[in-house]
């Protein structure tokens, strides 16, 4: 079996599995998608528990867009270009909801605005979570201390604009993660993301998930503001699948059912060999690119081997976590550091040490090797040569390739 593997934002590497080996490629779910401005309209004129969307602007003079980064796979523009007949778009400000990510390129500003970017770009601030003012706004029940973005509190109307797929620990991506980690403080990120060491922190779970319950604490801080928020769902092909307006919770909740019907994947056996890829744009770096290899673990083998593909065009990128799984070459003594204290960025640590105490990773990316072998990944310069290396381990081993492996999540019958 020939495939080709994405790498990069256009780039691609060839892998050959012999055919007693191949297990199959799993894409996200193939589902019939309508013409996408229609499903944008439709889901715009008929908001969930919300009134439309031109009387929710009506009469507003501080109208605040939170938008994602480049980092998410959201057509922004797209939404825009339905917006601009419904009010004059020249007329708000746009916060990019970066988190503790950088702020876009130019580059990057241009795939999130399209169109759109010389009007607009203007009125565009990039998140900083560290640089930029702050409000306090209390404590949440798990103890997080809720600082957000002023432009975001002291706005009189916010309109989101997200889009919602499976996320490692969160549960999905979407609705209140606009807010955290979206626009909150680098301290309320931290204190949030500790709850990711929990083993209830998982993609796919709501119910018991405290990552998932602290930023809905969170989001109750802000419900003085009124909020329209505006949230997709992307098929197999990055087009707008189905798209969900209104209350920000409601629309949530609706989103995730249809998430769930592209992005969970069902496979009829784990195997011993997956190849996970992280594609463009969420290979930006190895940070980001983590979230493959935790999605790819749920169609592996215990004893088994998973390779990551990712270009990581920009190196590491957070570098805590990277520090903290190259403390040891035994990763269940990583673990055991990582239980003493938590800094943003220990929870992907964890995330990988615990996948590397039953599972060998291999990485395909663009990062200094040495860097990897620290880190407990075994270093390789293309796919071929990874596959060939575990296949020499074991030869009757079964290879699955995870072609979207930061947003899909295979899933046993």
């Not at 998608?33 to 309209?41: G, K």
């Not at 997200?162 to 993660?177: C, L, N, W």
């Not at 189905?242 to 784990?270: H, L, M, Q, T």
């Not at 270093?379 to 930061?406: H, I, N, T």
């Amino acid at each position: 079996m020939r495939i080709a593997i994405p790498y990069g934002k256009e780039g691609e590497q060839i892998l050959e599995i012999p055919d007693r080996n191949f297990a199959g490629v799993v894409y996200p779910n193939e589902v019939e998608a309508a013409d996408e401005y229609d499903v944008v309209e439709r889901a715009i004129d008929n908001p969930i528990g919300s009134s439309r969307f031109e009387e929710f602007v009506r009469g507003a003079s501080n109208i605040v867009f939170l938008i994602n980064d480049a980092t998410r796979p959201t057509p922004t523009h797209k939404i825009l270009d339905d917006l601009v007949g419904r009010m004059n778009l020249e007329s708000a400000r746009y916060l990019v909801a970066t988190g503790t990510h950088r702020a876009p390129t130019e580059e990057e500003y241009r795939y999130i605005l399209g169109g759109h970017y010389e009007s607009l770009m203007p009125l565009v601030h990039a998140h900083d979570s560290k640089k930029d003012k702050m409000l306090y706004l209390g404590k949440s029940e798990k103890g997080t201390s809720i600082w957000v973005n002023e432009i975001a509190t002291d706005a009189e109307r916010l309109i989101i604009i997200t889009s919602v797929e499976p996320h490692y620990f969160a549960g999905y991506t979407g609705g209140r993660k606009s807010f955290l980690p979206g626009v909150a403080s680098f301290e309320t990120v931290e204190q949030n993301h500790r709850l990711a060491m929990s083993p209830e922190a998982q993609a796919l779970v709501l119910d018991g998930n405290p990552v998932h319950e602290d930023m809905m604490d969170a989001l109750e801080f802000i419900n003085k503001i009124p909020i329209f928020s505006i949230q997709l769902v992307l098929d197999r092909h990055q087009n707008i699948y189905k798209a969900a307006a209104g209350d920000i919770n409601k629309a949530f909740e609706k989103a995730v059912e249809w998430a769930n019907e592209v992005y969970s994947v069902k496979i009829r056996e784990k195997v011993d060999i997956v190849v996970s890829v992280a594609p463009y744009p969420m290979d930006v770096d190895l940070y980001q690119s983590q979230k493959a290899l935790d999605n790819g673990k749920w169609a592996l083998k215990e004893g088994g081997t998973i390779i990551f593909v990712s270009k990581c065009r920009e190196g590491i990128g957070h570098s805590a976590f990277l520090q903290q799984i190259s403390t040891s070459g035994d990763p269940k003594l990583v673990l055991e550091n990582l239980a003493k204290e938590y800094k943003l960025g220990y929870h992907k640590a964890a995330k990988m040490a615990e996948i590397a105490t039953w599972a060998d990773i291999c990485g395909v990316t663009e990062i200094d090797p040495n860097v990897l072998r620290k880190a407990n990944i075994t270093p390789f310069d293309s796919v071929q040569s990874a596959v060939d290396a575990a296949l020499a381990k074991k030869r009757d081993a079964r290879v699955l390739v995870l072609m979207e492996g930061s947003v899909t999540l295979p899933r046993v019958e």
